[in-house]
Protein backbone atom coordinates (compact mmCIF):
# COMPACT_ATOMS: atom_id res chain seq x y z
CA UNK A 1 0.00 0.00 0.00
CA UNK A 2 3.01 2.32 -0.41
CA UNK A 3 2.34 4.87 -3.30
CA UNK A 4 5.72 3.76 -5.25
CA UNK A 5 3.90 0.52 -5.63
CA UNK A 6 0.46 1.62 -6.12
CA UNK A 7 1.37 3.87 -8.74
CA UNK A 8 4.01 0.87 -10.80
CA UNK A 9 -0.10 -0.63 -10.66
CA UNK A 10 -1.40 -1.84 -14.38
CA UNK A 11 -4.55 -2.79 -16.08
CA UNK A 12 -6.04 -6.57 -15.21
CA UNK A 13 -8.57 -8.75 -15.90
CA UNK A 14 -10.35 -7.06 -13.20
CA UNK A 15 -10.05 -3.24 -14.50
CA UNK A 16 -14.03 -1.44 -15.43
CA UNK A 17 -13.55 -1.86 -19.29
CA UNK A 18 -13.19 -5.13 -18.99
CA UNK A 19 -15.57 -6.04 -16.60
CA UNK A 20 -18.48 -3.73 -18.82
CA UNK A 21 -17.07 -5.54 -22.05
CA UNK A 22 -17.52 -8.96 -20.96
CA UNK A 23 -21.48 -8.49 -19.26
CA UNK A 24 -22.06 -7.03 -22.95
CA UNK A 25 -20.77 -10.33 -24.98
CA UNK A 26 -22.33 -12.59 -22.49
CA UNK A 27 -25.51 -10.84 -22.50
CA UNK A 28 -25.53 -10.28 -25.98
CA UNK A 29 -25.36 -6.41 -25.76
CA UNK A 30 -26.64 -4.82 -29.16
CA UNK A 31 -25.49 -1.22 -29.87
CA UNK A 32 -26.60 0.59 -33.29
CA UNK A 33 -26.24 4.29 -34.58
CA UNK A 34 -29.63 5.60 -34.41
CA UNK A 35 -28.48 8.99 -35.64
CA UNK A 36 -25.65 10.57 -37.46
CA UNK A 37 -26.74 14.28 -38.83
CA UNK A 38 -23.22 16.04 -38.98
CA UNK A 39 -22.79 18.54 -41.40
CA UNK A 40 -19.51 18.91 -43.66
CA UNK A 41 -17.94 21.66 -41.51
CA UNK A 42 -18.08 18.87 -38.71
CA UNK A 43 -21.04 20.17 -36.87
CA UNK A 44 -24.65 18.06 -35.45
CA UNK A 45 -25.98 15.38 -33.14
CA UNK A 46 -25.35 11.66 -33.40
CA UNK A 47 -27.11 8.58 -30.92
CA UNK A 48 -25.81 5.84 -30.23
CA UNK A 49 -27.91 3.20 -27.83
CA UNK A 50 -26.53 0.01 -26.38
CA UNK A 51 -29.61 -2.39 -25.11
CA UNK A 52 -29.11 -5.03 -22.39
CA UNK A 53 -31.67 -7.10 -21.31
CA UNK A 54 -33.98 -5.34 -19.47
CA UNK A 55 -33.03 -1.49 -20.59
CA UNK A 56 -30.90 0.62 -22.76
CA UNK A 57 -28.89 3.23 -22.42
CA UNK A 58 -27.97 6.03 -25.22
CA UNK A 59 -25.27 8.25 -25.99
CA UNK A 60 -26.45 11.47 -27.08
CA UNK A 61 -22.86 13.12 -28.84
CA UNK A 62 -22.76 16.89 -29.83
CA UNK A 63 -19.88 17.83 -32.94
CA UNK A 64 -19.02 21.40 -32.73
CA UNK A 65 -16.55 23.11 -35.30
CA UNK A 66 -13.60 24.21 -32.44
CA UNK A 67 -10.83 27.30 -33.42
CA UNK A 68 -7.99 25.76 -32.84
CA UNK A 69 -7.27 28.45 -30.15
CA UNK A 70 -9.72 27.53 -27.97
CA UNK A 71 -9.03 23.96 -27.75
CA UNK A 72 -7.75 22.95 -24.42
CA UNK A 73 -7.80 20.01 -21.93
CA UNK A 74 -7.60 22.29 -18.59
CA UNK A 75 -10.82 21.91 -16.75
CA UNK A 76 -11.62 25.85 -16.77
CA UNK A 77 -12.26 25.11 -20.65
CA UNK A 78 -15.82 26.70 -22.09
CA UNK A 79 -15.94 25.12 -25.29
CA UNK A 80 -14.91 21.68 -26.56
CA UNK A 81 -14.94 19.60 -30.07
CA UNK A 82 -17.38 17.27 -28.62
CA UNK A 83 -20.15 16.87 -26.04
CA UNK A 84 -22.03 13.78 -24.39
CA UNK A 85 -24.36 12.89 -22.22
CA UNK A 86 -25.69 9.13 -21.52
CA UNK A 87 -29.44 8.80 -21.63
CA UNK A 88 -31.15 6.89 -19.65
CA UNK A 89 -33.43 5.07 -22.19
CA UNK A 90 -34.25 6.07 -25.65
CA UNK A 91 -34.35 9.75 -25.90
CA UNK A 92 -37.35 11.44 -27.95
CA UNK A 93 -37.00 14.82 -30.14
CA UNK A 94 -37.71 17.10 -27.27
CA UNK A 95 -35.58 15.34 -25.15
CA UNK A 96 -32.68 15.87 -27.61
CA UNK A 97 -33.69 19.31 -27.76
CA UNK A 98 -33.17 19.74 -24.10
CA UNK A 99 -30.20 18.15 -24.32
CA UNK A 100 -29.13 20.20 -27.25
CA UNK A 101 -29.63 23.18 -25.53
CA UNK A 102 -27.72 22.60 -22.21
CA UNK A 103 -24.87 19.68 -22.97
CA UNK A 104 -22.86 21.66 -24.99
CA UNK A 105 -22.48 23.69 -21.75
CA UNK A 106 -21.28 21.54 -19.80
CA UNK A 107 -21.54 22.74 -15.88
CA UNK A 108 -22.63 26.11 -17.35
CA UNK A 109 -25.98 23.87 -18.60
CA UNK A 110 -28.34 21.91 -16.62
CA UNK A 111 -28.96 18.08 -16.82
CA UNK A 112 -31.41 15.96 -15.17
CA UNK A 113 -32.29 12.67 -13.40
CA UNK A 114 -32.55 11.08 -16.92
CA UNK A 115 -28.88 11.90 -17.77
CA UNK A 116 -26.55 9.26 -16.28
CA UNK A 117 -23.04 11.10 -17.35
CA UNK A 118 -21.98 13.91 -18.17
CA UNK A 119 -18.27 14.18 -20.80
CA UNK A 120 -16.51 16.07 -23.54
CA UNK A 121 -13.64 15.75 -25.82
CA UNK A 122 -10.99 17.63 -27.67
CA UNK A 123 -9.64 16.15 -31.01
CA UNK A 124 -5.72 15.39 -31.05
CA UNK A 125 -5.11 17.53 -33.95
CA UNK A 126 -1.73 15.78 -34.84
CA UNK A 127 -3.35 12.95 -35.34
CA UNK A 128 -6.97 14.06 -36.62
CA UNK A 129 -5.99 15.72 -39.49
CA UNK A 130 -3.44 13.37 -40.60
CA UNK A 131 -6.39 10.54 -40.59
CA UNK A 132 -8.93 12.75 -41.93
CA UNK A 133 -6.48 13.68 -45.13
CA UNK A 134 -5.56 10.14 -45.81
CA UNK A 135 -8.79 8.58 -46.09
CA UNK A 136 -10.04 11.22 -48.18
CA UNK A 137 -7.22 10.90 -50.64
CA UNK A 138 -8.54 6.80 -50.55
CA UNK A 139 -5.55 5.81 -48.63
CA UNK A 140 -4.87 4.37 -45.11
CA UNK A 141 -3.12 6.77 -42.04
CA UNK A 142 0.43 5.51 -41.18
CA UNK A 143 0.31 3.16 -38.55
CA UNK A 144 3.56 4.71 -37.07
CA UNK A 145 1.01 8.01 -36.37
CA UNK A 146 -1.75 5.83 -35.12
CA UNK A 147 0.63 3.95 -32.89
CA UNK A 148 2.18 6.99 -31.84
CA UNK A 149 -0.54 8.90 -30.36
CA UNK A 150 -3.21 6.16 -29.92
CA UNK A 151 -6.37 8.15 -30.01
CA UNK A 152 -8.11 10.73 -32.19
CA UNK A 153 -10.08 12.29 -29.04
CA UNK A 154 -9.47 12.58 -25.87
CA UNK A 155 -11.93 12.85 -23.32
CA UNK A 156 -11.46 16.34 -20.66
CA UNK A 157 -14.08 14.88 -18.29
CA UNK A 158 -16.50 11.78 -17.40
CA UNK A 159 -19.05 13.09 -14.74
CA UNK A 160 -21.36 10.51 -13.26
CA UNK A 161 -23.03 10.05 -9.86
CA UNK A 162 -24.89 12.81 -9.69
CA UNK A 163 -22.72 16.02 -10.59
CA UNK A 164 -24.22 19.08 -12.37
CA UNK A 165 -28.42 17.35 -11.29
CA UNK A 166 -26.84 14.28 -13.51
CA UNK A 167 -28.62 10.76 -12.09
CA UNK A 168 -27.12 9.60 -8.53
CA UNK A 169 -25.27 6.63 -8.29
CA UNK A 170 -27.89 5.33 -6.48
CA UNK A 171 -30.77 5.55 -8.69
CA UNK A 172 -29.21 2.86 -10.43
CA UNK A 173 -26.86 1.03 -8.16
CA UNK A 174 -29.67 -1.99 -7.89
CA UNK A 175 -29.13 -2.42 -12.06
CA UNK A 176 -27.25 -6.00 -12.33
CA UNK A 177 -24.80 -3.46 -15.37
CA UNK A 178 -24.49 -0.91 -12.65
CA UNK A 179 -23.77 -3.21 -10.10
CA UNK A 180 -19.25 -2.99 -10.54
CA UNK A 181 -17.71 0.30 -9.86
CA UNK A 182 -18.03 2.88 -12.81
CA UNK A 183 -19.91 0.94 -15.31
CA UNK A 184 -21.95 3.80 -16.65
CA UNK A 185 -18.63 6.12 -17.31
CA UNK A 186 -17.18 2.77 -19.00
CA UNK A 187 -20.07 2.60 -20.96
CA UNK A 188 -19.65 6.13 -22.41
CA UNK A 189 -16.24 6.53 -23.18
CA UNK A 190 -16.68 3.01 -25.16
CA UNK A 191 -19.84 4.47 -27.37
CA UNK A 192 -17.48 7.71 -27.49
CA UNK A 193 -14.82 5.47 -29.29
CA UNK A 194 -18.02 4.26 -31.74
CA UNK A 195 -18.84 7.33 -32.21
CA UNK A 196 -15.40 8.88 -33.22
CA UNK A 197 -14.78 6.52 -35.33
CA UNK A 198 -18.09 7.12 -37.61
CA UNK A 199 -17.04 11.34 -37.37
CA UNK A 200 -13.56 10.83 -39.04
CA UNK A 201 -14.66 8.63 -41.58
CA UNK A 202 -17.78 11.13 -42.26
CA UNK A 203 -15.59 14.08 -42.38
CA UNK A 204 -13.48 12.71 -44.96
CA UNK A 205 -16.37 11.32 -47.30
CA UNK A 206 -17.33 15.25 -46.87
CA UNK A 207 -13.84 16.18 -48.03
CA UNK A 208 -13.80 13.50 -51.10
CA UNK A 209 -17.19 11.79 -51.32
CA UNK A 210 -16.58 10.12 -54.56
CA UNK A 211 -12.66 8.77 -53.33
CA UNK A 212 -12.73 8.65 -49.32
CA UNK A 213 -12.46 5.43 -48.05
CA UNK A 214 -13.14 3.77 -44.66
CA UNK A 215 -10.51 3.07 -41.63
CA UNK A 216 -9.04 -0.56 -41.85
CA UNK A 217 -10.50 -2.89 -39.17
CA UNK A 218 -6.93 -3.23 -37.84
CA UNK A 219 -5.86 0.12 -37.62
CA UNK A 220 -9.76 1.43 -36.47
CA UNK A 221 -8.73 -1.40 -33.67
CA UNK A 222 -5.80 0.47 -32.39
CA UNK A 223 -7.35 3.56 -31.65
CA UNK A 224 -8.64 4.12 -28.22
CA UNK A 225 -9.67 6.90 -26.52
CA UNK A 226 -7.82 9.46 -24.97
CA UNK A 227 -7.80 10.90 -21.32
CA UNK A 228 -6.54 13.82 -19.41
CA UNK A 229 -7.32 13.46 -15.75
CA UNK A 230 -5.47 16.03 -13.40
CA UNK A 231 -5.67 16.40 -9.71
CA UNK A 232 -9.38 16.26 -9.11
CA UNK A 233 -9.18 12.38 -9.61
CA UNK A 234 -6.33 11.79 -6.73
CA UNK A 235 -8.26 12.38 -3.45
CA UNK A 236 -10.77 9.63 -4.23
CA UNK A 237 -8.82 6.91 -3.03
CA UNK A 238 -8.11 8.85 0.22
CA UNK A 239 -12.21 9.59 0.31
CA UNK A 240 -13.18 6.11 -0.27
CA UNK A 241 -11.57 3.67 2.16
CA UNK A 242 -14.36 1.12 1.55
CA UNK A 243 -13.49 0.77 -2.41
CA UNK A 244 -9.79 0.75 -2.38
CA UNK A 245 -10.08 -1.78 0.18
CA UNK A 246 -12.07 -3.95 -2.22
CA UNK A 247 -9.81 -3.05 -5.37
CA UNK A 248 -6.80 -4.01 -3.75
CA UNK A 249 -8.58 -7.11 -1.87
CA UNK A 250 -10.09 -8.52 -5.26
CA UNK A 251 -6.46 -7.76 -6.69
CA UNK A 252 -4.32 -9.80 -4.21
CA UNK A 253 -6.81 -12.78 -3.64
CA UNK A 254 -6.91 -13.53 -7.41
CA UNK A 255 -2.99 -13.19 -6.88
CA UNK A 256 -2.73 -15.62 -4.39
CA UNK A 257 -5.16 -17.95 -5.33
CA UNK A 258 -2.71 -18.12 -8.30
CA UNK A 259 0.37 -18.35 -6.35
CA UNK A 260 -1.18 -21.03 -3.97
CA UNK A 261 -1.50 -23.42 -7.31
CA UNK A 262 0.66 -26.88 -6.48
CA UNK A 263 1.21 -27.48 -10.39
CA UNK A 264 0.45 -25.98 -13.48
CA UNK A 265 0.37 -27.71 -17.63
CA UNK A 266 2.78 -27.06 -20.46
CA UNK A 267 0.36 -24.76 -22.19
CA UNK A 268 0.55 -22.05 -19.57
CA UNK A 269 3.99 -21.55 -19.77
CA UNK A 270 3.76 -21.09 -23.65
CA UNK A 271 1.11 -18.54 -22.81
CA UNK A 272 2.81 -16.71 -20.38
CA UNK A 273 5.21 -16.40 -23.06
CA UNK A 274 3.41 -15.16 -25.26
CA UNK A 275 1.70 -12.82 -22.86
CA UNK A 276 5.37 -11.43 -22.26
CA UNK A 277 6.60 -10.95 -25.55
CA UNK A 278 3.37 -8.55 -26.16
CA UNK A 279 3.93 -6.88 -23.34
CA UNK A 280 7.22 -5.97 -24.67
CA UNK A 281 5.65 -5.03 -27.42
CA UNK A 282 3.34 -2.46 -25.84
CA UNK A 283 6.29 -1.51 -23.80
CA UNK A 284 8.07 -0.38 -26.35
CA UNK A 285 5.10 1.69 -28.13
CA UNK A 286 4.91 3.26 -24.65
CA UNK A 287 5.97 6.90 -25.23
CA UNK A 288 6.40 9.71 -22.23
CA UNK A 289 8.46 12.65 -22.10
CA UNK A 290 8.22 12.97 -18.31
CA UNK A 291 11.26 12.43 -16.27
CA UNK A 292 9.79 10.12 -14.03
CA UNK A 293 7.88 7.73 -16.82
CA UNK A 294 10.81 8.04 -18.66
CA UNK A 295 12.43 5.75 -15.82
CA UNK A 296 9.35 3.61 -15.39
CA UNK A 297 9.59 2.62 -18.66
CA UNK A 298 13.65 2.14 -19.03
CA UNK A 299 12.55 -0.11 -16.03
CA UNK A 300 9.74 -2.00 -17.70
CA UNK A 301 11.40 -2.75 -20.60
CA UNK A 302 14.43 -4.17 -18.35
CA UNK A 303 12.16 -6.37 -16.59
CA UNK A 304 10.24 -7.46 -18.97
CA UNK A 305 13.59 -8.64 -20.74
CA UNK A 306 14.74 -10.24 -17.86
CA UNK A 307 11.75 -12.04 -17.13
CA UNK A 308 11.26 -13.45 -20.62
CA UNK A 309 15.35 -14.83 -20.05
CA UNK A 310 13.96 -16.43 -16.91
CA UNK A 311 11.03 -17.95 -18.62
CA UNK A 312 13.42 -19.93 -20.88
CA UNK A 313 15.16 -22.04 -17.80
CA UNK A 314 12.43 -21.32 -15.41
CA UNK A 315 11.07 -24.54 -13.72
CA UNK A 316 6.72 -23.92 -13.82
CA UNK A 317 5.81 -27.84 -12.45
CA UNK A 318 5.46 -28.24 -9.17
CA UNK A 319 5.39 -26.90 -6.21
CA UNK A 320 3.52 -23.86 -6.37
CA UNK A 321 5.48 -22.80 -9.54
CA UNK A 322 3.50 -19.52 -9.64
CA UNK A 323 4.54 -18.89 -5.85
CA UNK A 324 8.23 -19.33 -6.73
CA UNK A 325 8.16 -17.01 -9.65
CA UNK A 326 6.56 -14.14 -7.75
CA UNK A 327 9.26 -14.92 -4.62
CA UNK A 328 11.85 -14.75 -8.15
CA UNK A 329 10.42 -11.32 -9.13
CA UNK A 330 10.38 -9.44 -5.62
CA UNK A 331 14.17 -9.57 -5.86
CA UNK A 332 14.81 -9.66 -9.61
CA UNK A 333 12.43 -7.27 -10.83
CA UNK A 334 11.58 -3.72 -9.85
CA UNK A 335 7.68 -2.43 -8.85
CA UNK A 336 7.22 -1.82 -13.00
CA UNK A 337 7.96 -5.42 -13.33
CA UNK A 338 6.39 -6.91 -10.65
CA UNK A 339 2.92 -5.00 -11.55
CA UNK A 340 3.04 -6.39 -14.92
CA UNK A 341 3.89 -10.01 -14.06
CA UNK A 342 0.83 -9.76 -11.93
CA UNK A 343 -1.13 -8.94 -14.33
CA UNK A 344 -0.14 -10.86 -16.96
CA UNK A 345 -0.40 -13.73 -14.55
CA UNK A 346 -4.05 -13.04 -13.92
CA UNK A 347 -4.39 -13.24 -18.01
CA UNK A 348 -3.92 -17.13 -17.46
CA UNK A 349 -6.81 -18.01 -14.61
CA UNK A 350 -9.62 -16.23 -15.92
CA UNK A 351 -11.38 -18.96 -13.89
CA UNK A 352 -9.79 -17.94 -10.57
CA UNK A 353 -10.31 -14.35 -11.19
CA UNK A 354 -13.76 -13.27 -12.74
CA UNK A 355 -15.56 -14.17 -9.82
CA UNK A 356 -13.84 -11.55 -7.40
CA UNK A 357 -15.69 -8.38 -9.67
CA UNK A 358 -18.15 -9.12 -7.26
CA UNK A 359 -16.90 -8.28 -4.25
CA UNK A 360 -15.40 -4.39 -5.77
CA UNK A 361 -18.31 -2.58 -5.10
CA UNK A 362 -18.97 -1.28 -1.64
CA UNK A 363 -21.84 0.14 0.43
CA UNK A 364 -19.76 3.18 2.45
CA UNK A 365 -22.70 3.58 4.50
CA UNK A 366 -23.03 0.68 6.65
CA UNK A 367 -18.94 1.90 7.83
CA UNK A 368 -20.01 5.01 8.02
CA UNK A 369 -21.07 4.74 11.96
CA UNK A 370 -18.73 4.97 14.90
CA UNK A 371 -18.50 2.12 17.82
CA UNK A 372 -18.33 4.60 20.37
CA UNK A 373 -17.92 1.91 22.80
CA UNK A 374 -14.56 0.49 21.39
CA UNK A 375 -12.13 0.76 24.07
CA UNK A 376 -9.03 3.64 24.45
CA UNK A 377 -6.82 0.72 24.11
CA UNK A 378 -8.22 -0.85 21.35
CA UNK A 379 -8.23 2.75 19.56
CA UNK A 380 -4.51 2.95 20.31
CA UNK A 381 -3.65 -1.31 19.28
CA UNK A 382 -5.52 0.02 15.59
CA UNK A 383 -3.68 3.09 15.27
CA UNK A 384 -0.16 1.06 15.74
CA UNK A 385 -0.65 -1.89 13.66
CA UNK A 386 -2.03 -0.07 10.32
CA UNK A 387 -0.74 3.77 10.80
CA UNK A 388 2.57 2.45 12.42
CA UNK A 389 4.89 4.48 9.61
CA UNK A 390 2.82 7.45 10.33
CA UNK A 391 3.59 7.08 14.19
CA UNK A 392 7.24 7.36 13.36
CA UNK A 393 7.07 10.15 11.36
CA UNK A 394 8.43 13.73 12.62
CA UNK A 395 5.41 16.22 11.55
CA UNK A 396 6.90 19.01 12.87
CA UNK A 397 9.52 19.05 10.60
CA UNK A 398 8.56 21.36 7.30
CA UNK A 399 8.83 18.83 4.48
CA UNK A 400 6.51 16.54 6.58
CA UNK A 401 3.68 18.81 6.02
CA UNK A 402 4.89 20.88 2.72
CA UNK A 403 1.60 20.23 0.38
CA UNK A 404 -1.82 21.18 1.16
CA UNK A 405 -4.82 20.27 -0.12
CA UNK A 406 -7.94 22.33 -0.97
CA UNK A 407 -10.60 22.74 -2.89
CA UNK A 408 -10.81 25.63 -6.15
CA UNK A 409 -13.76 28.69 -5.61
CA UNK A 410 -13.62 28.69 -9.19
CA UNK A 411 -14.50 25.15 -10.43
CA UNK A 412 -14.99 23.32 -6.70
CA UNK A 413 -12.09 21.10 -8.00
CA UNK A 414 -9.52 19.27 -5.39
CA UNK A 415 -5.94 21.25 -5.68
CA UNK A 416 -2.16 21.17 -4.14
CA UNK A 417 -0.61 24.06 -2.84
CA UNK A 418 2.52 24.77 -0.21
CA UNK A 419 1.29 25.54 3.31
CA UNK A 420 4.01 28.07 3.89
CA UNK A 421 3.67 30.16 0.17
CA UNK A 422 -0.08 30.42 0.59
CA UNK A 423 -2.98 31.37 2.90
CA UNK A 424 -5.05 28.36 2.92
CA UNK A 425 -4.75 26.76 6.53
CA UNK A 426 -9.13 27.57 6.88
CA UNK A 427 -9.73 26.07 3.49
CA UNK A 428 -7.62 22.68 4.16
CA UNK A 429 -8.88 19.42 3.16
CA UNK A 430 -8.48 16.44 5.52
CA UNK A 431 -6.31 14.16 3.78
CA UNK A 432 -3.19 13.80 5.41
CA UNK A 433 -4.67 10.70 7.16
CA UNK A 434 -1.12 10.00 8.46
CA UNK A 435 -0.82 13.40 10.55
CA UNK A 436 -4.25 12.83 11.51
CA UNK A 437 -3.98 9.54 13.07
CA UNK A 438 -0.67 10.77 14.95
CA UNK A 439 -2.48 13.66 15.78
CA UNK A 440 -5.30 10.96 17.00
CA UNK A 441 -2.82 8.95 19.19
CA UNK A 442 -0.87 11.69 20.77
CA UNK A 443 -4.62 12.66 22.17
CA UNK A 444 -5.96 9.28 23.04
CA UNK A 445 -2.72 9.05 24.61
CA UNK A 446 -3.15 11.92 27.40
CA UNK A 447 -7.02 11.28 27.78
CA UNK A 448 -8.34 9.90 30.73
CA UNK A 449 -11.04 8.51 28.55
CA UNK A 450 -11.73 5.20 28.17
CA UNK A 451 -14.08 4.68 25.45
CA UNK A 452 -14.55 6.46 21.88
CA UNK A 453 -17.49 7.92 22.95
CA UNK A 454 -16.10 9.55 25.82
CA UNK A 455 -13.47 11.05 24.11
CA UNK A 456 -15.19 12.44 20.79
CA UNK A 457 -17.02 14.24 23.38
CA UNK A 458 -14.28 16.48 24.26
CA UNK A 459 -12.34 15.81 21.26
CA UNK A 460 -14.73 15.62 18.53
CA UNK A 461 -12.29 17.05 16.20
CA UNK A 462 -11.20 13.37 15.65
CA UNK A 463 -13.80 12.74 14.57
CA UNK A 464 -13.33 10.99 10.52
CA UNK A 465 -9.74 9.68 11.80
CA UNK A 466 -11.19 7.25 14.84
CA UNK A 467 -14.23 6.20 12.30
CA UNK A 468 -11.44 5.81 9.29
CA UNK A 469 -8.98 3.78 11.74
CA UNK A 470 -12.41 1.47 12.93
CA UNK A 471 -12.44 1.03 8.92
CA UNK A 472 -9.33 -0.10 8.56
CA UNK A 473 -9.28 -2.69 11.58
CA UNK A 474 -11.27 -4.97 9.59
CA UNK A 475 -9.90 -3.62 6.03
CA UNK A 476 -6.69 -4.54 5.51
CA UNK A 477 -5.93 -2.27 2.52
CA UNK A 478 -8.30 0.71 2.93
CA UNK A 479 -5.28 2.80 3.74
CA UNK A 480 -2.53 3.72 1.53
CA UNK A 481 0.63 3.97 3.84
CA UNK A 482 2.37 7.06 3.18
CA UNK A 483 2.34 10.66 3.36
CA UNK A 484 0.19 12.65 1.57
CA UNK A 485 1.07 16.05 2.18
CA UNK A 486 4.75 15.30 2.14
CA UNK A 487 7.38 16.99 0.14
CA UNK A 488 8.20 13.65 -1.87
CA UNK A 489 4.14 13.26 -2.91
CA UNK A 490 3.29 12.85 -6.46
CA UNK A 491 -0.28 12.95 -6.79
CA UNK A 492 0.11 10.66 -10.14
CA UNK A 493 1.25 7.54 -8.42
CA UNK A 494 -3.04 7.72 -7.10
CA UNK A 495 -3.98 8.69 -10.71
CA UNK A 496 -1.92 5.83 -11.97
CA UNK A 497 -3.82 3.15 -9.87
CA UNK A 498 -7.07 4.45 -9.93
CA UNK A 499 -7.04 5.03 -13.62
CA UNK A 500 -5.45 0.90 -14.22
CA UNK A 501 -8.07 -0.49 -11.95
CA UNK A 502 -10.46 1.56 -14.74
CA UNK A 503 -8.39 -0.30 -17.41
CA UNK A 504 -6.22 2.66 -18.79
CA UNK A 505 -2.77 2.28 -20.54
CA UNK A 506 0.11 4.01 -21.84
CA UNK A 507 0.00 6.52 -18.86
CA UNK A 508 1.68 10.01 -20.28
CA UNK A 509 2.27 12.34 -17.05
CA UNK A 510 2.52 16.23 -18.56
CA UNK A 511 3.79 16.71 -14.56
CA UNK A 512 3.47 15.03 -11.52
CA UNK A 513 -0.25 16.39 -11.34
CA UNK A 514 -2.27 15.49 -14.64
CA UNK A 515 -1.42 12.79 -17.37
CA UNK A 516 -2.96 11.57 -20.43
CA UNK A 517 -3.97 8.33 -20.64
CA UNK A 518 -5.71 6.25 -23.38
CA UNK A 519 -9.00 3.73 -22.82
CA UNK A 520 -10.39 0.74 -25.04
CA UNK A 521 -7.55 0.94 -26.98
CA UNK A 522 -6.89 -2.65 -29.20
CA UNK A 523 -10.19 -3.10 -27.73
CA UNK A 524 -13.07 -4.92 -29.74
CA UNK A 525 -15.83 -2.91 -31.44
CA UNK A 526 -19.78 -3.79 -30.68
CA UNK A 527 -19.60 -5.67 -33.86
CA UNK A 528 -16.86 -8.05 -32.67
CA UNK A 529 -17.54 -8.72 -29.24
CA UNK A 530 -18.74 -12.35 -29.44
CA UNK A 531 -15.35 -13.32 -31.11
CA UNK A 532 -13.30 -15.96 -29.39
CA UNK A 533 -10.72 -13.15 -27.89
CA UNK A 534 -12.95 -10.57 -26.92
CA UNK A 535 -11.52 -10.31 -23.87
CA UNK A 536 -8.13 -10.45 -24.96
CA UNK A 537 -7.24 -6.80 -25.72
CA UNK A 538 -5.20 -4.80 -22.53
CA UNK A 539 -2.04 -6.03 -24.89
CA UNK A 540 -1.67 -5.31 -28.40
CA UNK A 541 -1.50 -8.22 -30.71
CA UNK A 542 1.69 -10.06 -31.92
CA UNK A 543 2.57 -8.89 -35.51
CA UNK A 544 1.17 -11.86 -37.71
CA UNK A 545 5.34 -13.16 -38.30
CA UNK A 546 5.93 -13.23 -34.90
CA UNK A 547 2.54 -15.52 -33.60
Known sequence: MRLDRLGSAHAT????????????????????????????????TALYSAVGPDRAYTLVAFAHDLPDDQRSDRVIATAWDATFTLYDG???????????????HQEAGRVSGRELTLSRANKSMRLWDHVVGALASGRQPEPER??????LMRTTAVYGSGKFGAADHAAVAHRPECAAPFQLEMLTVYLIRCFVMDLVEHMARARAPDKAVPLDPALRRRLGIGNSTGLGMAPFLINHPDLLNAWIGAREGALARIRSLNDTVPSKRVELTRLVARAIQNAQNW?????????KLADLRDDLIRLSQHLRKADLQNNRPWNRLWLWSESALTNEGQEQLLALMLELYPELVHDLCAFMAANESTTFAIDGAMSRAKLLDILRETYGWALTTDWTAPEAQEKIWYVSEAKQEPRLGLRNDEDLIDYEQPLGIGQAAAQLFEALTESAHETAAGFLLTHPEHRHMIRRAQRAAH????????????HTLRPMDMLRLKLSF??????????????????FRDAPFPEDLQSEAADDWTLPPLPIAAQ
Open 502 to 519: FGATHFDPRSDRWVRITM
Open 146 to 151: VDAVGY
Open 475 to 486: MPYAEIHDNTLG
Open 287 to 295: QSGHAVQKA
Open 13 to 44: RLSFMRQLLRRMRDEAWEVTRAKLDIDAQGVG
Open 90 to 104: VPGESEIARLRANVP
